[in-house]
Every structure is written in C-alpha cells, then in structure tokens.
C-alpha cells in the first residue's frame, strides 16, 4: 500500500489557492497508480503538522507543489513535516522514517525536466503555428529577493528552448526582479511574441497583474508602432494558460514519485493507528452518531451526512451531494460565500445532505473534519502529544517570527477570539477533555497545537494591525 501526499501553499482568505492540488489529486485517484492521495497545506487543512497522520499507508511520498525551489520548499514545508532537512532538496530526495512511516520528501514538480515539454505545450495552444523565424517566447517568472533558487528553474527552462530553435528568441522575464516583463518590448524584436506563465496556477497574477502591467486584452492583443520603442514596428503576444494547470503536470508528479529516493514498488502496510481510528469511527457511524456540526446516520448500507440543524428536515428541501469532493466544493465557503480555511469553526453552511458508501465516507468525512478522526483517536488513546505555544511560535521563521515577541496575554487575549468560535478544545494551552466526539460527546475535539490561522492573527497583532484587513493570510 502506498500514500501520494501533494503539498499546495493555500490561503487563510482566497478559497481558489487550493484548487490545482485539488484537481491533480482527483487525476491522480482516477490512475490509481497510488492507493490514496491527500492533500496537505501550508495555510488549510489538513496542515503540514497534521497531513502524516492522516495517511493510511506507512509507505508516503510526498511532492511540494510548487513550481520552483524556495523558501517553501527547503524551509518551511521539511520543518513542518519534521524531517529534520533544511537548504536544498538533493535530486534524488530526501528519505526519513518518521511515526513508523517511510517517508520520502522530492523536490517540487516545477523543476522537472518534463516541464520543459508542457511549457512548449502552452505555447503551441496559443500559437500553433509559431515559427523560428518571427516568433519570441517569452517566459514569465515570479522572481524573489528570498531565495536566489527560485528564479533558477525559468532561466534553466529558457536556456534549453533556446538551444532547440522553436523560436527566433527566448527571454526568462520577472514580475518581482530583474530583467522585469514589463520592459519587454525594449528587448524583443521579433514580430509575433508568446508569453507563457511559469506559474503553478491561475491566480492573482496571471489573471490579473500581468495582463493590466502589459495591457494585455485577452489571449491575443496587438501593439501598434507608436505604442513601442522608436522604430520598432507591430507586434502581436499571444499570451498562455500557466504551465501549472496544464493536465500533463499529472504524469510529471508520478514521474517525480517513481524517482524518489528509495520509492518502494511493493509499497508498505496499512498504518495501524490510523486503522484503528477509522474503525472506531465506523462503529460510531453505523448507530448514527454526531460529530462536530454534523450528524451521520446509517441506513440500508448508505450513510448519510447532514447539519446537525437540519436534523428532521426533509430530504426534498435539501442540495443532495454524493461524491466526496462535491461535498468538499459545497462546504469550502460558509452560508455568506466566505472562504473556511478552518474546517471546525462553527460556520458550516446548511441545507445539504450527502449519500455515501462505507468505502467513500471516510474520505467525505476527511473533507468536513481533515485530521479531526485520527487526532480525536489518538487522544483518546493517550497517543495525541501536544505542542505549546512557545514551542509553535519557537518555529516560526520569514515574517512569522515576530509571534516569538508575543507576550502570553496577547497569545490569550487572540486565542479567546478565533478559537471562541471553533469546536475543538486547546490541549495545547492546558486545556482536558474527558470524553471525545468517538465517545458520543459531538463538540468534544481535541486541538494539539495552535494552528496557522492563530499563528497569522497573533502576528497581526503583534504588529498592531489586527482588525485593520490585509494580513498575510
């Protein structure tokens, strides 16, 4: 048995950051080439300190999805995990045995060879007919003072399309250093121009920043001479999707995992705990049971999920869902159209049932509560350590170390509002449950550590900005 886990940064306020990782997981559940895939997240959840245990198998690897080396890759994402590596990832990965679980970590899909193939892709789905005697492309890349890496991989990418001679030029170009995009024209001559985005999704700025700096039109927008350098004549961008969202990044993902250092083709066993837990789940669930905000009942084979306040409400008046990732789509956002980066806050919208077998309701239940099962288990078997506060704020490294600076009534003081508001229990900060939600007791959820949401509100307040919008959430 063997667990594919993907890495995606995602948002505490933009409910699109996760949507890549959550189309190539679906892709790659569809292969079957791994016997589960799940996610896990920077900013969501399940988060970097919890994605582990939610994993059935003891053989993991897991890919940053990320389209360059960086900050993320080499920092956050191995500290968080726990793998005890920090700087760059050797090629071949890095292999641990964490928990009683093999776990090779690589280095992101970005900057494998194969990226070279989708970028040309992108292009030609804009430019069919591009030509090597009037044709640039131009690649476009973030670019960043944090990490001299991260800019290494367009560069790279540009240097190898240069030399096959697809194109009468090739340009690396950054939004954020230099040589920027937005003096492309002083450096391109060539009459028909194709931009591709070195991005691993549609976002912010490829939907938006680059089209208004270059006043792009759409896919195709033409520049006149007088818009341009003296003499210089008309030219034409034709500008791509980002390389990220194209569907063949799926197979450079198996590709990296087949790679990883010491990848096992046998695979591994079901992790036992983690059996344990959902087995014990299952037992609940099957006498109807309430979990959080939701109730589960059990009935001719299926079990069905609902809002706990809709309890007794017929069937007719509610949206039915019955795919695990319907259910997710449906719940990601709260009854104002407001993004739940924190799945137990008590915000879950109404009006929906979902219909489930036995083999698709603990993936339905990870989308509601991710890791709430496993940790709920692990506590109740005395097996959940938790971390304190100093520990967590200990950790924190960019523009989150500042919390280190945070005094224990400021901690508090933040604490008592965001977490006021969410169903789980600070076992972190001393507090006890006697009982668990797999005891019958629905809200009784344990929280083994402060999460990044708290970790940003902290910050923000540390800064004196809390309240005023336009944290880095």
Known sequence: MRSLVLIGHGSHLNPESAAAVYRYAELLRQRQVFDEVVEGYWKEEPSLRQVLRTCASTDVTIIPMFISEGYFTETV??????????????????????????????????????????????????????????????????????????????????????????????????????????????????????????????GWHTLETIPEDLSLEGTVTTFTAEDGQEGQGEQTVYYARPVGTHPAVADVIVQLALEARGASVSGGDHATEHRAAWSALLERARQGMRMGEITVQFENGLYELRHALDEGRSSETLTTLVTPEGLRDHTRLDERGEHRPVHTLRNLRRGWRAVFTEAD?????????????????????????????????????????????????????????????????????????????????????????????????????????????????
């Open 361 to 473: 309701l603990p993936h339905a239940i990870h989308t509601l509560y991710p890791a709430v099962v496993e940790e709920g288990y692990a506590y109740s078997t005395h097996n959940l350590r938790p971390t304190p506060w100093p520990t967590t704020a200990k950790r924190q490294t960019g523009i989150y170390a500042r919390v280190q600076k945070a005094t224990p009534e400021q901690v508090e003081h933040v604490a008592q509002d965001v977490c006021g508001g969410c169903l789980k229990t600070r076992i972190w900060a001393g507090q006890r449950l006697s009982q668990t939600f797999l005891d019958g007791v629905p809200g009784a959820i344990p929280c083994a550590e402060a999460c990044t949401f708290l970790v940003a509100e902290i910050r923000e307040e540390v800064a004196g900005k809390r309240g005023q919008g336009g944290g880095h959430h």
């Open 77 to 202: 994402i191995p500290r968080e995990l726990g793998l005890g590596h920090q700087g760059p990832v050797p090629p071949e990965g890095v292999a641990r045995t964490l928990g009683g679980r093999t776990v090779r970590y690589t280095l992101p899909y970005g900057v494998h060879p194969a990226m070279t193939e989708v970028i040309l892709e992108r292009a030609r789905e804009v430019l069919p007919d591009a030509d090597g005697s009037d044709t640039a492309l131009i690649i476009i890349g973030h670019g960043t003072t944090r990490n001299e890496n991260s800019n290494k991989v367009v560069h790279h990418n540009a240097a190898l399309l240069r030399e096959r001679g697809i194109f009468s030029e090739v340009h690396a170009l950054f939004l954020d250093e230099e040589p920027k995009v937005t003096g492309w024209r002083e450096r391109v001559s060539a009459r028909r121009v194709v931009m591709v985005p070195f991005f691993a999704s549609e």
